[in-house]
């Protein structure tokens, strides 16, 4: 292996050119060149929080409609004080957290049967081909008819929203396998269960986790739907109530709850990929 | 014939484990018949390398042998433990390279017959490595130690060099012709080189219209190196059955 392109900087500490493409891969460099990439790629974000909150000081924005980013800085430290914000936030989590675990489950059991018999696949696929262009959200109503205003449809709603992207990747991914590592299994005399275990479920890993990616985004758009419809707690049910009394802010705090959860489950599912491929050259050189 | 006394290990005593036999073998894609009544024997212990031009079933006799494909007709009779190079080294990319080796070994002391393999191939410091970061060459002597080491009374090499440098390749066949040596195993090589067999086999064999057109016994003292005495005349010889001239060839 060629080491990476390094030079001198002035300070005298090596640092890594700025055309190495191995970023990523670097557990070693400087910290210092970290922080400034990051401060750089929080430029925007910075800029643009600025000068909102200056045309809020001048008058420019309306104050109702658009509050200040301080103000609602402000909104959340209340609502964080006042233990309302962390009370509706684990109840969402609490939410998202069962309804993607029951797709979890549905999906990669639905997809492994699918996927791995023929008799499988006529028996499951139709029906969750057809099911899956059925736009879910639809539904709610129906939802609040058979499971009433509980936890029960809320659940429902994302664990029927985030079955559908693990199967189907999933499914693609058993389907997919390379066939020439199969023939390999066969000369080695891999038995069926061995032939699943070491080459068909870890060929697939990468679109299952595709596919979890896509759950976890269906999932938070599933719950918002679903707290906004006859709930009494959790971050959609404050931006509705908050909408009742004309409070801009809390909904710009939920928003940004919102936001922020869409990030950090995000992140999380790299942080996954990257332990779990990291076979793959691109998981480590890429970011 | 002797046919189903079935050797229970092969080891480099030559005549032990039973050849391998092929009689009346019929495989057909379509209305064409690529192995038409083929016979082939094998002996244990012989390294046979088989030629032909592209199409010509090479490949789909070895597949055969390999249990991939289904002949419609015809017998085989194949030693116990069989195991396969293919021309692309197919390793599980997920699995790091001793893993690979070991895939399909009971587990107790799979790490250890690795290892081992590994060392016969001259990769044992590249056993932790994700296959992805090998070499062509390094990948393919994978393959080779992941055939090694289940210790086969027949190898089955399906052009495992075609896909290697020039430098590389030389190594490669080197270093097959030291373990087939040292492992005593038949080996049926399929390749279009003709220089390769002659390196490497005891006997070539072309296919021709389904069938073995020409047998020729090569005898030539081991080690052998490119290009010496004998060489020509039995090259030229195989040309001549694969439809070339040497100047074509060259």
């Known amino acids: ?106 999906g990669t059991v ?14 499951i696929d139709p029906p969750m081909q057809m099911a899956r262009t059925l736009p879910f959200l639809a539904l709610v109503p129906l939802f609040i008819l058979w499971f009433g205003i509980g936890e029960t449809p809320k659940v429902a709603l994302v664990t029927l929203g985030a079955t559908f992207p693990i199967y189907l990747n999933l499914f693609a991914g058993i389907r997919g396998a390379d066939p020439k590592l199969v023939e390999v299994a066969a000369t080695l005399g891999l038995s069926r269960g061995a032939l699943i275990r070491h080459v068909i479920l870890p060929a697939a890993l990468p679109n299952f986790l595709t596919g979890l990616r896509y759950a976890i985004g269906i999932a938070w758009l599933s719950l918002v739907v679903g707290e906004q419809i006859n709930a009494e707690s959790g971050i959609g049910y404050l931006m509705m109530d908050a909408r009742d009394f004309l409070r801009t802010d809390i909904i710009m705090v939920g928003l940004a709850v919102y936001a922020m959860l869409g990030l950090a489950s995000d992140q999380l599912v790299r942080a996954l990929e990257r332990t779990a491929l990291a076979w793959r050259p691109a998981a480590r050189f890429g970011r | 014939m002797s046919t189903s006394v079935q050797g229970s290990m092969s080891t480099s005593v030559q005549g032990v484990a039973p050849g391998t036999q092929v009689r009346g073998l019929i495989r057909r894609f379509g209305p064409t018949a690529v192995l038409d009544g083929l016979n082939l024997d094998i002996p244990a212990g012989h390294f046979v ?7 010509s079933g090479k490949t789909t006799l070895l597949r055969t042998l390999a249990g991939l494909d289904t002949a419609e007709q015809g017998s085989v009779i194949l030693p116990p433990r069989r195991a396969v190079v293919f021309q692309e080294p197919r390793l599980m990319p997920w699995k790091r390279v001793w893993e690979n080796v070991a895939l399909g070994l009971p587990e107790s002391d799979a790490r250890d017959r ?10 044992a410091h590249r056993m932790d490595a994700w296959p992805l970061t090998l070499s062509g ?24 060099f075609a896909a290697l440098d020039a430098l590389t390749r030389l190594r490669m066949q080197a270093l097959v012709a030291e373990l ?14 003709v220089d390769e067999a002659l390196l490497l086999a005891d006997h070539a064999v072309v296919l021709q219209r389904g069938q073995i057109g020409l047998q020729l016994r090569i005898d030539l003292p081991r080690p052998r190196r490119h290009g010496s005495a004998g060489f020509a005349a039995l090259r030229a010889e195989l040309l001549r059955s694969l439809g070339l001239s040497e100047e074509e060839a060259a």
Do not use: N
């Not at chain 1, 420019?60 to 658009?66: G, N």
């Not at chain 1, 492994?112 to 028996?123: F, K, P, Q, V």
């Not at chain 2, 390398?49 to 199409?55: D, I, P, T, Y």
């Not at chain 2, 080996?187 to 279009?192: D, G, I």
């Open chain 1, 110 to 123: 639905l997809a492994l049967a699918a996927g791995l018999s023929r008799l499988g696949e006529d028996l």
């Open chain 2, 137 to 160: 060459g390094e990948a393919q002597r994978a393959g080779l130690a992941r055939a090694l080491v289940r210790e086969p009374d027949l190898l089955l090499l399906d052009e495992p």
């Open chain 2, 114 to 123: 690795a290892e081992q393999a590994l060392r016969e191939v001259e990769l």
């Open chain 2, 180 to 193: 087939w040596v040292r492992h005593g195993m038949a080996a049926l090589l399929v390749t279009h080189d």
């Open chain 1, 1 to 106: 292996m060629s080491e990476p392109v390094l030079h001198v900087a002035p300070g005298g500490a090596w640092r890594r050119a700025p055309w190495d493409l191995r970023r990523g891969f670097s557990r070693w460099a400087v910290p210092a060149a970290g922080l400034r990439r990051g401060l750089q790629r929080a430029g925007t974000t910075i800029g643009i929080l600025v000068a909102w909150q200056a045309a809020s000081g001048l008058g420019l924005l309306p104050a109702r409609a658009v509050p200040a980013p301080l103000a609602v800085l402000q909104a959340a430290r209340d609502l964080l004080l006042s233990g309302a914000l962390i009370h509706h936030l684990s109840v969402s989590l609490l939410r998202v957290a069962a309804g993607l675990a029951l797709a979890i489950v549905t």
């Open chain 2, 49 to 55: 390398a088989l030629l032909g031009r592209s199409g």
